[in-house]
């Protein structure tokens, strides 16, 4: 790692204006992924932000309302709440698929959220992709077995992240400090995808933001909700594809529901198309074939990734079993 | 000409002894070179090329020199050569933290000229490839191989199949990387290597740098896995003696886990275009191949093919391919995981074609009688017959389906090791040798067999090993040589040092040496009965030490074995799930069961990895590879481990070596038993999900 | 107590500058480790010239670029001047104290330094964390357990005795790191089986593959513990 300055905020106020606007800054949670880009030198802030030093942003806790959690919260944290476990399991369950233990035990919601792609290309320093600022995304012209499906161009990530596409199926809104204050937003709008002027970030926040928490809504009732994580290795991997399925149910007749896929685009993905074919719907397996068909009609493959295509048909054919087991 | 004779029914050989390094391993006191701090010690760090060719025009080490706390920097290629793959070095530097000499070799400016590179093996061998060697289309060490009348083989033939074949590039993946502490005490040299070889690292140290080799000690105690890719100092190794050496300080350089995924080694490449044939009375009458692999820039790929099966006309081509990458280094029995992958699953295809069991084809055309056991009893323990008879045919999503793969390895040890037993007057026991334990439990099995021809236990055994100074040199541990190179010299020693306390003992008595029995932790004489203490204290102020002398009757080679797979492939997810791997490997006259089964369940596992998960990923774009680094490089880990049944097949054979051969069969079974249950067969490793899901869909 | 104000700017000859300040400020790096050489300790270095910090000092927000921090590990109080970037690791395995004493905790590896293989785990509160991804300068205010914080004077922990006897090693490399989160498990679930073994050390790479035994040894262990 490069050298670099640590600062101790005591109040979370202090935040934005430590970070300055100027990307020389970057705050540290947990540092699960950041210590590592900066190890490869990736990122080589100037300063770091220390969020830990900041008290009470790790709460979780229930209200009328729903349930807040900070941004702060661990991992392990949010796998081991039985609120969480009960009322979200798809987020309790994608909490609890993320990398490794140990990386749960320090890795906190916002950094999960917030983490950067893990593309090749964009994780080698020594490649100036169009991500990190340079002229061409090396993974539309060469080897993309794990990049996106939907959603990709001028470049072609998906996003690392399990907990986002179950707090989006949740329903989750995000609360962000800037400069002007606290906002709160849809979490489905936290994210963007890349354009053409803007093909370096993930999500919304300006240089001199952060996430402080996440509001889940109460629970509806007759609701369930879970998250598949399909990976090439079991022990430790991201996602090739992943599903949060959040079903509300009235027998075999699905009322509502929201399917937000991971590991196919560059935001957690919510399939519009599978989502009309199963709602209002009696589900059955010919429905969920259906539901599984309309999910990939408009997917747009790459030169080494349509077995992710397939992927996600049968993983939206089989979350729709499952909703009705 | 020695016997193991009564050690075989010994309450020692081949029972399961508790590794003698475990409790410094588990407690964390077993220090490795890693681990070593030496007083002033110095931090040495490479500065490798990031580009995969080039001529190097420049290299300003200044900036590197003039930073605080760097004490040196060298250059490690000149100006006007080439530069031939991503990693190699360029530069190294010394410094008194880790973190300084990674600021200084950000700091090294150097310059070059890009030249074309190629890292495609088809790209590397078609006319309009750079030729990155001078070798034709980068093509290099071709081998051919004829025997009998091929054409009129075929005619015979009454089913023939022709397919594709092709392994991955692997990576050894040593958890503790290469490197070495090298400290100067006027003209000597110390080194603590990460070595699977003291003895040849000292040679080459001494070589280098125009040494006497008695100048120069090398110690391994502790090492942190080898799996054939350390067998000298390398670049690194040199390097870091260079910088103690300007320095006049000691210099600890330890590869980064990027350079050693890159440019430590890795098991070259296969693609093997096949066709054989068969009569319908499962007789082999034809195998035709020519295959080639990439092992970077050197040679050394290749393939075993026909490897165990008697074929009378065959021809084989194989040969080298050069890509601008990091160069093969011998990993866990070179050659057999690729061959054996192929003729595993050819075996199985041409089989199926002539509607025969596929052990029964195995057995018609493989004449070891080893293995015929070894499939029986592993068939027995598998079920094989609960395999489709039908390949695919289960109902369902999730499929099940059972595979079988063979190997065969040679090994069988050779002389060239020293060994001492000294028995000392307070009783304890020393077994010294230059050997080296890479985790094979090599310095166990010394205790065992000493203390088996004592009457003692092998925790009363201090066993010195991984060491030059005692001048008692041992071979590198390769080859699957260690045990059966080592335990003849050994048990001869003890059997010598044994000889000499009953004579002595005797003499001091006054009777007939067959009198003096030593046995179970006691000394008997006549009607009295001394304890080994006792008996040892009558030395006075003597030690007998006594040297072993190479026997080969005590070893043999030659380890075969057959490994068998269920597995469960999701075939709307293409995962394969293992459900149970029965291996069972002849492994000679077994010396620590615990360990020999360690060894068995590692290279299963090694195999599984081989199979489902690893591939060293090179970009062409770039040049670059794209996974040096151990989330994108998969290795096998807690989740992927089915029930492993690990059979130590016992013979009436000698001390053998089985660090290789039970990582050969693992890929075939589970490619067959891939196929069992899909009834597609994926021809390429790793068999990733993707592979799978694809084959399925142009089924 | 006296903030470190040296304050580093984005200038790289003022970071050159910055370095030779620190270097100005106490005794030269190279002295330092010459001290440690003797096997001698070091005399202690009087606060005025080493700057120390209160690496948690929030007051004014102040830019640390050096910090003396205090560690518990394994119920042991080091302090050891740090900087930010310095990991957790380093200090375990490369540190040397303001004393002049080498911390020599090498039992946590470093292997991958990523955070992908579990070979630096060490316990942070007694949960299992990867020392390589955790800057020094958090660990401070922590209980910190290392592979060597297990065995109770000369008794092994049941963890090091079961892998002992299972032959859970081979190599060894890697012990540590399983030793260290399998305690963590036992100590979170002490009846675990053995799926739930493989799932809560999915974080931990044996290349040598003693995997089988390992999970023997830790179902063992929880039997021994109960």
């Given at each position: 790692m490069e050298k670099f300055s640590y600062i101790n905020p005591a109040r979370l106020e202090q935040v934005p204006g430590l970070l300055k606007d100027d990307w020389q800054s970057k705050v540290i949670a947990g540092g699960t992924d950041l210590v590592g880009e900066m190890k490869d030198y990736i990122e080589s802030p100037k300063r770091l932000i220390n969020l830990k030093s900041i008290p009470g942003l790790d709460q979780i806790s229930a209200d009328d309302g729903g349930l807040t959690i900070g941004a702060m919260a661990t991992l392990t944290d949010i796998t081991e709440h039985?609120?969480?476990?009960?009322?979200?399991?798809?987020?309790?369950?994608?909490?609890?698929?993320?990398?490794?233990?140990?990386?749960?035990?320090?890795?906190?919601?916002?950094?999960?959220?917030?983490?950067?792609?893990?593309?090749?290309?964009?994780?080698?320093?020594?490649?100036?992709?169009?991500?990190?600022?340079?002229?061409?995304?090396?993974?539309?012209?060469?080897?993309?077995?794990?990049?996106?499906?939907?959603?990709?161009?001028?470049?072609?990530?998906?996003?690392?992240?399990?907990?986002?596409?179950?707090?989006?199926?949740?329903?989750?809104?995000?609360?962000?400090?800037?400069?002007?204050?606290?906002?709160?937003?849809?979490?489905?709008?936290?994210f963007i995808l890349p354009t053409v002027a803007n093909p370096y970030r993930e999500n919304i926040l300006e240089p001199n933001e952060i996430i402080t928490q996440i509001h889940l809504p109460k629970p509806i009732a007759n609701t369930t909700s879970f998250y598949i994580k399909l990976r090439e290795r079991s022990s430790f991997d991201f996602a090739?594809?992943?599903?949060?399925?959040?079903?509300?149910?009235?027998?075999?007749?699905?009322?509502?529901?929201?399917?937000?896929?991971?590991?196919?685009?560059?935001?957690?993905?919510?399939?519009?198309?599978?989502?009309?074919?199963?709602?209002?719907?009696?589900?059955?397996?010919?429905?969920?074939?259906?539901a599984g068909k309309a999910a990939v009609k408009n997917a747009d493959p790459m030169s080494d990734n349509a077995y992710k295509v397939t992927l996600t048909q049968n993983l939206v054919k089989r979350a729709a079993v499952m909703a009705v087991s | 000409m020695a016997e193991w004779g009564e050690a075989r029914k010994s309450s020692l050989l081949g029972k399961y002894t508790q590794r003698l390094s475990g409790p410094?391993?588990?407690?964390?006191?077993?220090?490795?070179?890693?681990?070593?701090?030496?007083?002033?010690?110095?931090?040495?760090?490479?500065?490798?090329?990031?580009?995969?060719?080039?001529?190097?025009?420049?290299?300003?080490?200044?900036?590197?020199?003039?930073?605080?706390?760097?004490?040196?920097?060298?250059?490690?290629?000149?100006?006007?050569?080439?530069?031939?793959?991503?990693?190699?070095?360029?530069?190294?530097?010394?410094?008194?933290?880790?973190?300084?000499?990674?600021?200084?070799?950000?700091?090294?400016?150097?310059?070059?000229?890009?030249?074309?590179?190629v890292v495609d093996l088809g790209e590397a061998m078609s006319e309009s490839s750079p030729q990155i060697r001078d070798w034709e289309n980068n093509q290099s060490d071709r081998q051919i191989d004829e025997k009998g009348d091929l054409q009129a083989g075929w005619t015979t033939a009454d089913a023939v199949v022709e397919a594709t074949y092709s392994t991955e590039v692997q990576v050894h993946t040593c958890l503790e990387s290469h490197g070495h502490v090298a400290e100067w005490d006027g003209d000597q040299l110390t080194v603590w290597a990460s070595t699977q070889a003291v003895f040849g690292t000292r040679r080459d140290f001494a070589r280098h740098f125009e040494l006497p080799e008695d100048k120069v000690r090398v110690i391994t105690e502790h090492m942190g896995?080898?799996?054939?890719?350390?067998?000298?100092?390398?670049?690194?190794?040199?390097?870091?003696?260079?910088?103690?050496?300007?320095?006049?300080?000691?210099?600890?350089?330890?590869?980064?886990?990027?350079?050693?995924?890159?440019?430590?080694?890795?098991?070259?490449?296969?693609?093997?275009?096949?066709?054989?044939?068969?009569?319908?009375?499962?007789?082999?009458?034809?195998?035709?191949?020519?295959?080639?692999?990439?092992?970077?820039?050197?040679?050394?790929?290749?393939?075993?093919?026909?490897?165990?099966?008697?074929?009378?006309?065959?021809?084989?081509?194989?040969?080298?391919?050069?890509?601008?990458?990091?160069?093969?280094?011998?990993?866990?029995?070179?050659?057999?995981?690729?061959?054996?992958?192929?003729?595993?699953?050819?075996?199985?295809?041409?089989?199926?074609?002539?509607?025969?069991?596929?052990?029964?084809?195995?057995?018609?055309?493989?004449?070891?009688?080893?293995?015929?056991?070894?499939?029986?009893?592993?068939?027995?323990?598998?079920?094989?017959?609960?395999?489709?008879?039908?390949?695919?045919?289960?109902?369902?999503?999730?499929?099940?389906?059972?595979?079988?793969?063979?190997?065969?390895?040679?090994?069988?040890?050779?002389k060239g090791t020293k060994a001492r037993v000294n028995i000392n007057s307070d009783g304890t026991v020393e077994a010294v040798t230059g050997t080296q334990d890479l985790g094979t439990g090599i310095r166990t099995a010394i205790a065992i067999i000493v203390a088996d021809e004592l009457g003692l236990q092998p925790t009363d055994i201090t066993v010195k090993i991984g060491d030059t100074l005692p001048g008692l040199p041992s071979g590198g541990s390769g080859g699957s040589q260690t045990t059966p190179s080592v335990s003849p010299?050994?048990?001869?020693?003890?059997?010598?040092?044994?000889?000499?306390?009953?004579?002595?003992?005797?003499?001091?008595?006054?009777?007939?040496?067959?009198?003096?029995?030593?046995?179970?932790?006691?000394?008997?004489?006549?009607?009295?009965?001394?304890?080994?203490?006792?008996?040892?204290?009558?030395?006075?102020?003597?030690?007998?030490?006594?040297?072993?002398?190479?026997?080969?009757?005590?070893?043999?080679?030659?380890?075969?074995?057959?490994?068998?797979?269920?597995?469960?492939?999701?075939?709307?997810?293409?995962?394969?799930?293992?459900?149970?791997?029965?291996?069972?490997?002849?492994?000679?006259?077994?010396?620590?069961?615990?360990?020999?089964?360690?060894?068995?369940?590692?290279?299963v596992i090694g195999g599984i990895g081989y199979a489902l998960l690893e591939d060293r990923i090179m970009d062409g774009q770039t040049g670059r590879s794209l996974n040096s680094n151990l989330i994108d490089y998969k290795v096998a880990g807690a989740q992927e481990i089915p029930e492993i049944r690990a059979i130590a097949h016992d013979t009436d054979r000698k001390v053998t070596g089985i660090g290789e051969p039970v990582t050969i069969p693992t890929a075939g079974a589970i490619a067959n038993a891939v196929y069992n249950a899909i009834g597609v067969r994926v021809r390429s490793l790793p068999i990733t999900p993707d592979k799978v899901l694809t084959a399925l869909e142009e089924a | 107590m006296a903030e470190d104000t040296t304050r580093s700017t984005d200038q790289p000859e003022d970071r050159q500058k910055d370095l030779h300040q620190v270097n100005k400020t106490g005794l030269s790096r190279r002295n330092f480790l010459k001290g440690l050489g003797t096997g001698a300790v070091a005399a202690t270095v009087a606060p005025a010239t080493l700057a120390e910090a209160d690496s948690?000092?929030?007051?004014?927000?102040?830019?640390?670029?050096?910090?003396?921090?205090?560690?518990?590990?394994?119920?042991?109080?080091?302090?050891?001047?740090?900087e930010p970037r310095t990991t957790l690791l380093t200090v375990l395995r490369d540190g040397i104290d303001t004393g002049g004493q080498r911390i020599d905790l090498t039992g946590a590896k470093e292997v991958c330094d990523r955070g992908a293989c579990g070979g630096c785990t060490i316990l942070v509160d007694g949960r299992s964390v990867y020392s390589?991804?955790?800057?020094?300068?958090?660990?401070?205010?922590?209980?910190?357990?290392?592979?060597?914080?297990?065995?109770?004077?000369?008794?092994?922990?049941?963890?090091?005795?079961?892998?002992?006897?299972?032959?859970?090693?081979?190599?060894?490399?890697?012990?540590?790191?399983?030793?260290?989160?399998?305690?963590?498990?036992?100590?979170?679930?002490?009846?675990?089986?053995?799926?739930?073994?493989?799932?809560?050390?999915?974080?931990?790479?044996?290349?040598?593959?003693?995997?089988?035994?390992?999970?023997?040894?830790?179902?063992?262990?929880?039997?021994?513990?109960?």
């Open positions: 039985s609120e969480i476990q009960k009322n979200y399991t798809a987020l309790a369950e994608a909490a609890g698929v993320v990398a490794s233990p140990q990386i749960r035990n320090v890795g906190t919601l916002g950094g999960n959220l917030c983490q950067r792609p893990r593309c090749w290309y964009y994780r080698d320093p020594d490649t100036d992709c169009l991500k990190k600022g340079g002229n061409m995304c090396y993974a539309l012209s060469g080897l993309n077995k794990y990049n996106a499906i939907f959603g990709g161009g001028p470049n072609y990530i998906v996003h690392p992240s399990d907990t986002a596409p179950a707090l989006v199926a949740l329903g989750a809104d995000v609360t962000i400090l800037g400069a002007g204050g606290q906002r709160t937003i849809p979490l489905e709008n936290f090739l594809v992943s599903l949060a399925g959040v079903f509300q149910m009235q027998g075999k007749k699905c009322q509502d529901l929201s399917l937000i896929l991971g590991g196919v685009a560059p935001a957690p993905w919510r399939s519009n198309e599978a989502e009309q074919v199963l709602r209002g719907q009696v589900i059955s397996d010919d429905l969920g074939e259906r | 410094q391993k588990v407690t964390g006191q077993a220090k490795y070179t890693f681990d070593i701090n030496r007083p002033g010690m110095l931090y040495g760090r490479i500065l490798r090329s990031h580009i995969p060719r080039g001529t190097l025009t420049a290299l300003d080490l200044s900036p590197a020199q003039q930073m605080p706390g760097v004490k040196a920097a060298i250059p490690l290629i000149e100006a006007g050569k080439e530069i031939r793959y991503e990693g190699q070095e360029i530069a190294a530097v010394a410094a008194d933290t880790k973190d300084i000499a990674a600021d200084a070799i950000r700091a090294i400016q150097f310059d070059y000229d890009p030249l074309d590179h896995g080898g799996f054939g890719s350390k067998f000298g100092p390398g670049v690194e190794g040199r390097a870091a003696a260079k910088l103690a050496k300007e320095t006049g300080q000691p210099v600890k350089l330890m590869l980064t886990r990027k350079g050693e995924q890159n440019t430590a080694g890795n098991r070259p490449s296969m693609v093997q275009h096949v066709k054989a044939g068969a009569t319908k009375e499962g007789k082999l009458v034809a195998y035709e191949v020519s295959g080639y692999g990439t092992s970077g820039l050197g040679g050394g790929a290749g393939f075993t093919g026909p490897y165990v099966y008697q074929v009378p006309n065959y021809r084989t081509e194989k040969f080298n391919v050069a890509i601008n990458a990091g160069s093969g280094r011998a990993f866990r029995a070179p050659r057999h995981p690729q061959g054996a992958f192929a003729m595993d699953s050819l075996m199985d295809e041409l089989a199926e074609k002539i509607g025969m069991d596929s052990l029964e084809f195995r057995k018609l055309n493989d004449p070891n009688e080893i293995r015929h056991a070894e499939y029986d009893r592993g068939a027995e323990e598998i079920g094989w017959n609960r395999r489709q008879k039908v390949a695919g045919s289960a109902p369902g999503i999730q499929k099940r389906g059972i595979g079988v793969g063979s190997g065969q390895w040679g090994g069988g040890g050779g010299v050994v048990k001869t020693a003890a059997m010598a040092a044994k000889e000499s306390l009953i004579n002595h003992l005797a003499e001091k008595v006054n009777v007939a040496a067959d009198e003096v029995v030593i046995k179970e932790g006691s000394v008997t004489i006549g009607n009295n009965q001394l304890s080994w203490k006792e008996a040892a204290s009558t030395l006075g102020m003597e030690t007998i030490s006594e040297e072993g002398s190479w026997d080969e009757n005590l070893r043999e080679g030659g380890a075969a074995g057959a490994q068998f797979a269920e597995v469960e492939v999701d075939t709307e997810t293409g995962q394969v799930k293992l459900i149970k791997i029965v291996a069972v490997q002849d492994c000679g006259l077994i010396i620590n069961r615990l360990a020999t089964e360690s060894q068995i369940n590692g290279g | 948690h000092s929030a007051t004014t927000g102040a830019e640390i670029t050096r910090a003396t921090v205090k560690l518990s590990i394994n119920q042991q109080v080091y302090q050891i001047e740090v390589c991804m955790m800057l020094a300068i958090d660990a401070e205010g922590k209980e910190i357990t290392t592979v060597e914080g297990l065995a109770d004077d000369n008794e092994l922990h049941p963890v090091q005795e079961a892998f002992i006897e299972h032959d859970a090693l081979m190599c060894g490399f890697c012990t540590p790191g399983f030793v260290v989160a399998s305690k963590a498990i036992l100590d979170q679930n002490p009846n675990p089986t053995r799926e739930e073994i493989q799932a809560e050390l999915s974080g931990n790479i044996c290349r040598c593959g003693t995997y089988p035994f390992i999970f023997e040894a830790v179902a063992s262990a929880a039997k021994k513990m109960k």
